[in-house]
Structures are given as structure tokens and as C-alpha cells.
């Protein structure tokens, strides 16, 4: 056993540690439109009277695009440098119960990826940090077949 | 109250080494007073904006100090147009008579940094890999390519036309035409997005100065009229940059709504419009922008760029100095280049720029993070 630790990027994210993982956003009680991450008001109703709640697994790609270049650190804080970096995938994902949510995808091939297509949430490593733990991050996988 | 330009000034984009943005900003104001015939004490306040250039009303202390009511704004890319809003808005109110719209910028090279903390976002945004525009535009288009049938073609036509006007503007930054195979073979920045179909961070400083209409003959025998301004912000539901997260409900942008609103404050139709300026951070938003600013349906893009319509000598020409992707993206001045080309052309000033045509009515349009957009009709 190492003690290596698998930290989420940031708490409140995602459900972890899960052999389910799910994202965790906020429904509005009186409304019942949802936000991600999680925030204390209803930015439609503007009342102050959201609930935690977890997020579909699965979901529809709504748009996407590959991101080409190696983005500006700070404040991008990902494992590569500008020689080694490898264009990522990243979209809109419709979840329910009734939000779109931003994500990075795990394909980076524009021709495997689709408007419609269906997608799931994978939680994987972004990097390890300075103490040998790794930092996790949500990300969408094509589901196959 | 009728609100008047009286004079318009500018400041080279692109970059210029030896000056500041500051510099940039000073400069353009000193053109637009010779302009008008006015010296600085004449001007009774001003609003204006940088991003990265400094505070805009420290100008006072070349310019003069004359104790003037200054404010400054800032609206993302929509700063100078947020600028000019309140400068009409002082004039029209009765507060002042003669005012200034003031906006300059001096980026440094490469793509935006974005501090999502500027932004009301946790760090773990930018940490991800998120927080980036040139992401958000690609995605927009992608789906709105998907749900219109607009083709890569119309992303080339636009962008190639763009570097053939800024070509014929004297303060563009982009001075070389490029052929429709360059732009077709640069490198893929955010799908569907290519690098030469993006404007790039740069420096420019451009102003306005307005005056009480009734008194506007008095410095210059082209006033050119602001019919309306209007500045609007995202409602929920509409998809906008810097978003974790997007309602289901899909709602009309920014643009929609301040397009709207400025159409009905002055009486006049898309269909009037003669001349526009549309926020062209990117090909794709330019093409969208036409849509959302009432020029023609979601999806009619195709036909009116494949036939030549948004062309200087076009039914409805666009960004006849070629828009933000022939002179570059300075943030606090773009709004108000906008206006300045739209002045020039209303007034027949255009040189070798100008639409060939008895010009009575142009329209701006400009769009700033994190969902904003300012819009102007301006007539003879």
C-alpha cells in the first residue's frame, strides 16, 4: 500500500470516493431548475432554497469541440507541458433530471464525435500532486454500441 | 433629446511598440476633438474602458485636468459599447450637452488569460482546462452548424473577406489579403474553428464624441444621430462563455434581446439597415450574429455570404474595415472602432472602404464575456 490518495480537483464536484460516481449539482425546491456545481440560489427564480442533488449517469452530447493548443498556465494546471501536450475533447453533456453540464471528453478525435451521441461519466486521473496523491477530475466517455 | 456624433477618432491597430495603450487612447482622443473643433475643456464627461492598459480616466493627466465627471466601464469586449450606452444616456437625460466615449487596449500575444476568479468560478475551472474563449465560441458554432446547415465554406468566405476589407482600411492591423486555401489550411485551433478564422489580442484606442443634438450643427455640418443604444444582458437559458453548466430551457442571447430593444427605441427595422458592424471574434459569430441581430433567419447565412450580400458593394455589407478578425481584439476599444467605421461611412469618408450607395441608416454590434451585448442604430 502506497497511501496514495485519489483527491478530487475540488470537493462537491462529484461523489467520491464511489464505485458510482455522479456529479453533484443543485435543484431549486420551488422552481426545480438545476445548477453545477452546486450555488445557493436559483439563477431562474432567484429564491435562496436549493437541494444537493446527484446528477445522471448517462447523457446526450449536445455540442463539443477539441481543445488545440496547450491552454495558459496558470491557470491550466494539467500534468503536460506545451511539448508534450496532447489536444483533449470537451462539451456540453444533457443530464438529468434537467441540466447541461461542461466536461472534458476522453475522446480527442473529431470524427468520433457526435452531436446526439450518448456519453457517461468517468471519473479518472488529471495528475498527480506534489505529495504523490492523485487529483481526480469528471470527464464523458463515448458509450459503445 | 436627440444625441449626436460630432466627431470620431482613431488609433492604429495591430501592435505598435512604442506606444502605450494609454498612448493609444490619448491619441484617438486628440483626433476625434480636432475632429469636432472642440478642445478638451469643452468636454463635459466622459465614460471609458481598458482591460489591460490602465485606468481610462488617469488620460486626465495628459489630456488635462479639468475636473470633468469621468467614469470608467467595464463590459469584457463589449466595453466600448457599454461606453458610448452611457454617453448617450448622459446626453439624453438633459445632465450634459457635449461628452466623450473612450476606449483603448494593449494585450499581450497569444490567446486571452482567463482567472476564473474575474469570472465568479472556482479555480478547478481553469485548473480542468475550461476556461477558455476560443472553446466556447467553437462549440457554439459546432452546434449551430449542426442545427442551421451552415458549412466550413461560410467560415472561410468570412474570414477571407474580412482580411480583403481590413486590406482597404487605413488603421487596420491586417493589411494582406489571404486567399480562401490559407484560411481553409490553417491550423485547427477549436474545432470547427481554424487559427485565421480568429481575431487575436491586440492594441487600437478609438473615441466618440457626442453632443446635445439640437446644438450639432454648430461643430460640424455631418452629425451622424444615435437612434438608440441598447445594452442587454444573458438571460437564463441563453449559451454564453464561461458556463459550468447550461439550462435545458433554450432562451434568445443578449444580442437578441438588445438587437430588439434598439430596433424599437428608434423606429427602425432590420430591413432598413444599410451598414453594420457585427461582432466577428470568430467567423462563426459573426455568422450568427446576423441572425440574432435580425439581418436574416438561423440557417439563410449560407446563401446571402455564397452570393456575395454582406460584401462592401453587397445588399447589407458587414464590417467594411474587416471587423475584429482584420484588426485584432483590443477590448476597450473595439465597441467604438465599430461606431468610427460606421460614422465614417454614413459621412461618405470612407475611401476606398466605401459602400457605394446614398447611406442614411448603420447598426453596431458588439459582444463582451460574460454574455453582453451593446447595439447602436446611427443615421444621417
Known amino acids: 500500500m502506497s497511501g496514495k490518495k485519489q483527491i478530487p480537483i475540488e470537493e462537491g464536484l462529484f461523489t467520491w470516493p464511489s464505485d458510482d460516481p455522479r456529479l453533484i449539482g443543485a435543484r431549486c425546491r420551488s422552481c426545480s431548475r438545476v445548477t453545477f456545481p452546486v450555488q445557493q440560489s436559483c439563477p431562474y427564480c432567484t429564491l435562496e432554497d436549493m437541494e444537493r442533488i446527484e446528477l445522471s449517469k448517462r447523457g446526450k452530447l449536445w455540442t463539443w469541440t477539441i481543445q488545440g493548443f496547450y491552454p495558459k498556465s496558470p491557470p491550466y494546471a494539467g500534468p503536460e507541458t506545451k511539448e508534450t501536450f496532447v489536444p483533449y475533447g470537451v462539451g456540453y453533456i444533457e443530464l438529468a433530471p434537467g441540466v447541461k453540464v461542461?466536461?472534458?471528453?476522453?475522446?480527442?478525435?473529431?470524427?468520433?464525435?457526435?452531436?446526439?451521441?450518448?456519453?457517461?461519466?468517468?471519473?479518472?486521473?488529471?495528475?498527480?500532486?506534489?505529495?504523490?496523491?492523485?487529483?481526480?477530475?469528471?470527464?464523458?466517455?463515448?458509450?459503445?454500441? | 433629446?436627440?444625441?449626436?456624433?460630432?466627431?470620431?477618432?482613431?488609433?492604429?491597430?495591430?501592435?505598435?511598440?512604442?506606444?502605450?495603450?494609454?498612448?493609444?487612447?490619448?491619441?484617438?482622443?486628440?483626433?476625434?476633438?480636432?475632429?469636432?473643433?472642440?478642445?478638451?475643456?469643452?468636454?463635459?464627461?466622459?465614460?471609458?474602458?481598458?482591460?489591460?492598459?490602465?485606468?481610462?480616466?488617469?488620460?486626465?493627466?495628459?489630456?488635462?485636468?479639468?475636473?470633468?465627471?469621468?467614469?470608467?466601464?467595464?463590459?469584457?469586449?463589449?466595453?466600448?459599447?457599454?461606453?458610448?450606452?452611457?454617453?448617450?444616456?448622459a446626453i439624453a437625460s438633459g445632465?450634459?450637452?457635449?461628452?466623450?466615449?473612450?476606449?483603448?487596449?494593449?494585450h499581450p500575444r497569444g490567446a486571452f488569460a482567463v482567472d476564473p476568479a474575474d469570472w465568479g468560478l472556482g479555480s478547478w475551472?481553469?485548473?480542468?482546462?475550461?476556461?477558455?474563449?476560443?472553446?466556447?465560441?467553437?462549440?457554439?458554432?459546432?452546434?449551430?452548424?449542426?442545427?442551421?446547415?451552415?458549412?466550413?465554406?461560410?467560415?472561410?468566405?468570412?474570414?477571407?473577406?474580412?482580411y480583403r476589407n481590413g486590406s482597404l482600411a487605413p488603421y487596420s492591423w491586417r493589411k494582406r489579403p489571404m486567399s480562401y486555401e490559407e484560411i481553409a489550411?490553417?491550423?485547427?485551433?477549436?474545432?470547427?474553428?481554424?487559427?485565421?478564422?480568429?481575431?487575436?489580442?491586440?492594441?487600437?484606442?478609438?473615441?466618440?464624441?457626442?453632443?446635445?443634438?439640437?446644438?450639432?450643427?454648430?461643430?460640424?455640418?455631418?452629425?451622424?444621430?444615435?437612434?438608440a443604444a441598447a445594452v442587454r444582458t444573458r438571460k437564463y437559458g441563453s449559451f454564453e462563455v464561461f458556463s459550468p453548466w447550461l439550462a435545458l430551457d433554450q432562451a434568445p442571447s443578449p444580442t437578441v434581446e438588445a438587437s430588439r430593444a434598439a430596433y424599437e427605441t428608434a423606429g427602425i427595422g432590420p430591413e432598413e439597415i444599410q451598414v453594420a458592424q457585427i461582432q466577428d471574434t470568430e467567423s462563426g459569430s459573426e455568422i450568427m450574429h446576423m441572425a440574432e441581430n435580425g439581418f436574416?433567419?438561423?440557417?439563410?447565412?449560407?446563401?446571402?455570404?455564397?452570393?456575395?450580400?454582406?460584401?462592401?458593394?453587397?445588399?447589407?455589407?458587414?464590417?467594411?474595415?474587416?471587423?475584429?478578425?482584420?484588426?485584432?481584439?483590443?477590448?476597450?476599444?473595439?465597441?467604438?472602432r465599430q461606431v468610427y467605421d460606421i460614422c465614417v461611412q454614413l459621412r461618405g469618408e470612407a475611401g476606398k472602404?466605401?459602400?457605394?450607395?446614398?447611406?442614411?441608416?448603420?447598426?453596431?454590434?458588439?459582444?463582451?464575456?460574460?454574455?453582453?451585448?451593446a447595439v447602436t442604430i446611427l443615421t444621417t
Not at chain 1, 466536461?103 to 457517461?120: A, C, F, H, Q, Y
Not at chain 2, 445632465?95 to 494593449?106: E, N, Q, S, T
Request: aromatic share 8%.
Open chain 1, 102 to 145: 461542461e466536461s472534458r471528453l476522453t475522446e480527442n478525435n473529431p470524427e468520433k464525435l457526435k452531436i446526439g451521441m450518448d456519453v457517461e461519466l468517468v471519473i479518472q486521473k488529471f495528475k498527480e500532486d506534489e505529495k504523490g496523491n492523485e487529483v481526480m477530475i469528471y470527464a464523458f466517455k463515448p458509450v459503445v454500441g
Open chain 2, 1 to 89: 433629446m436627440d444625441v449626436a456624433i460630432i466627431g470620431v477618432g482613431i488609433h492604429p491597430f495591430g501592435r505598435t511598440e512604442e506606444a502605450s495603450g494609454r498612448d493609444q487612447g490619448i491619441y484617438a482622443v486628440r483626433q476625434a476633438l480636432k475632429h469636432a473643433g472642440l478642445e478638451w475643456k469643452d468636454i463635459q464627461f466622459a465614460f471609458g474602458g481598458s482591460t489591460d492598459a490602465g485606468a481610462a480616466d488617469t488620460m486626465v493627466n495628459s489630456l488635462g485636468l479639468t475636473g470633468l465627471q469621468f467614469i470608467n466601464v467595464a463590459n469584457g469586449c463589449a466595453t466600448g459599447g457599454s461606453a458610448l450606452f452611457a454617453a448617450y444616456t
Open chain 2, 95 to 106: 445632465a450634459w450637452d457635449v461628452g466623450l466615449a473612450v476606449g483603448f487596449d494593449k
Open chain 2, 125 to 162: 475551472y481553469g485548473e480542468v482546462g475550461l476556461a477558455l474563449t476560443t472553446q466556447w465560441f467553437g462549440m457554439k458554432i459546432q452546434k449551430y452548424m449542426n442545427d442551421y446547415g451552415i458549412s466550413e465554406d461560410s467560415l472561410i468566405k468570412v474570414a477571407e473577406r474580412a
Open chain 2, 185 to 227: 489550411n490553417s491550423v485547427m485551433i477549436n474545432h470547427p474553428l481554424r487559427q485565421y478564422m480568429f481575431c487575436s489580442p491586440a492594441e487600437g484606442g478609438a473615441a466618440i464624441i457626442l453632443c446635445n443634438g439640437n446644438v450639432a450643427r454648430k461643430y460640424t455640418s455631418k452629425p451622424i444621430y444615435l437612434r
Open chain 2, 296 to 336: 436574416c433567419k438561423h440557417g439563410e447565412q449560407e446563401a446571402l455570404i455564397r452570393n456575395g450580400d454582406t460584401e462592401i458593394n453587397g445588399r447589407l455589407p458587414i464590417n467594411t474595415d474587416g471587423g475584429c478578425i482584420a484588426n485584432g481584439e483590443p477590448i476597450g476599444a473595439s465597441g467604438l
Open chain 2, 353 to 373: 472602404r466605401q459602400v457605394q450607395k446614398k447611406l442614411k441608416v448603420g447598426y453596431t454590434h458588439v459582444y463582451g464575456a460574460p454574455g453582453l451585448s
